[in-house]
């Protein structure tokens, strides 16, 4: 293993066996301690851990880079992401058969718009709480160099330690650990980044485009519709008064896409990832060897699209080194 060609952002294997070796993930590969690797630019290895035929979900483990050890729960249609050794042992037809039918029943797609009312009041209620966070944050941020953050990809612990206990004043902290870890390592792992994108349309800030619900217990328990709204609006508040003290003027934001075949169209996204650091989007541009297609987009943002910043989250100043931001999706917006 060795530091990818893109100037050591990313871990990469250069001895990864070709893909020859493998084949397109199908249902039949549902099968617990069958090894494969995902079908991105580095060919991430992983195995699979657990199958729930009833959820339609597969469980993966990655197995090396810098994720290493995580775990995903995907839905079983997405199988065709990975690619399995051409040897791998088959499902029951039973198991096909199960998985055949909760993919029925719940890759369907599910469209709530966001209103302008609800919009208008969750507005009001933001404002609100940046006033509550004005104070706290302005001797914190007079000692933030961002170039340097940025440059150095590594985000302030000072600002996150007032962010932490501005989100532990209305219990929201635990809850914020758990979502950002999620946002970190695979926001399409389980439906805890859904839960809140369905929220965050009834919210009135974002349309969610997505599939129906699989998890019967999403909204249950810490994660109920209220916590989550409350999170939303904390979380917005806090991030958006931060960079407005820190940046006045419109931020400038980088993405990049790198293809094996034809750029697809871009899916509706509640939630966008990008970054503050040109090197980022420049490996993601890189792609791999079987790469024939690759974009890249800068854009100005307000920080009234920030939901979070690896200036104030420690989930992102951990396993990787991203200076990545959260934008709250704009379905107008043709690049970010």
């Known amino acids: 293993m060795m530091f990818g060609v893109s100037d050591e952002i990313y871990e990469s294997d250069p001895d990864a066996a070709p893909d020859d070796d493998y084949v397109v993930g199908q249902l039949r590969h549902a099968v617990v301690g069958n090894q494969g690797r995902l079908r991105d630019a580095r060919r991430t290895p992983l195995s699979i851990t657990s199958v729930e035929p009833e959820r339609g979900e597969i469980e993966v483990r990655i197995e090396a880079f810098e994720d290493c050890g995580a775990r995903w729960r995907l839905p079983a249609w997405e199988i065709s992401h990975i690619q399995f050794r051409t040897a791998s042992p088959d499902a029951s037809r039973e198991v ?70 501005l989100l532990s004043e209305r219990d929201l902290l635990d809850l914020d650990r758990q979502l950002s870890t999620a946002m970190v390592t695979n926001p399409r792992s389980g439906e805890l980044v859904k839960g809140h994108a369905i929220v965050l349309a009834e919210l009135g800030l974002c349309p969610y485009s997505g599939t129906v619900v699989r998890d019967p217990e999403l909204f249950c328990g810490p994660w109920s519709r209220d916590r989550r709204r409350e999170h939303i609006i904390a979380r917005t508040a806090f991030v958006q008064e931060l960079w407005s003290s820190l940046v006045r003027e419109p931020l400038t934001l980088y993405r990049a896409a790198a293809t094996e075949g034809p750029l697809p169209a871009r899916d509706a996204a509640s939630f966008v990832s990008c970054t503050f650091s040109t090197a980022v989007a420049e490996a993601h541009f890189a792609g791999g060897p079987s790469t024939t297609c690759a974009v890249m987009w800068r854009q100005t943002v307000t920080p009234e699209r920030l939901f979070m910043t690896f200036l104030e989250t420690a989930a992102m100043n951990r396993q990787f080194k991203e200076a990545e931001a959260i934008l709250i999706g704009d379905p107008a917006n043709r690049a970010f």
């Open 96 to 165: 096909v058969a199960a998985l055949r039918s909760a993919a029925e029943r719940f890759d369907r797609p599910l469209r709530l718009d966001a209103t302008s009312e609800a919009g208008a009041e969750t507005h009001r209620r933001i404002s609100h709480v940046r006033r509550v966070a004005r104070e706290k944050l302005i001797g914190a941020v007079a000692a933030v160099d961002l170039a340097e953050l940025v440059m150095a990809r590594e985000g302030d612990a000072a600002l996150q330690a007032v962010v932490e206990e």
